[in-house]
């Protein structure tokens, strides 16, 4: 389901799982990322080399009904869904998922 994807991703992002928050990833959002460990591990003089996940930096993010009310599946067919968060005093932020390999992933704007 959908909510039930978003949900975890936003919990896990609000606990900074980014090995988690990785699975909830599609694969063009995983391969940038992927490009942009790359391009740092060849910059970087010392230190161990990032993996994709490590590049993310979500700071605060809506996790609990404490912020926000419900997650509302706005519509969905078999390639994407749309999604809101409805906070409290009724407004809403707006979510797309689309389903790749059989799964719900999100796409973020890198």
Request: hydrophobic fraction near 35%; avoid cysteine.
């Amino acid at each position: 389901d959908p909510r039930t994807v978003l949900s975890g991703f936003l919990t896990d992002a609000e606990y900074q799982d980014m090995a988690n928050v990785w699975e909830y990833l599609s694969a063009e959002t995983r391969q940038k990322l992927d490009q942009m460990a790359s391009a740092f591990n060849a910059s970087a003089e010392n230190g161990s080399p990032r993996k994709g996940y490590e590049m993310l930096r979500t700071g605060h993010l809506l996790s609990s009904t404490r912020e926000y009310r419900k997650i509302e599946l706005v519509s969905s067919d078999d390639t994407s869904a749309v999604l809101h968060i409805i906070l409290h005093d009724e407004t809403y932020k707006t979510v797309t998922l689309h389903r790749e390999e059989g799964r719900w992933a999100i796409d973020l704007p890198i």
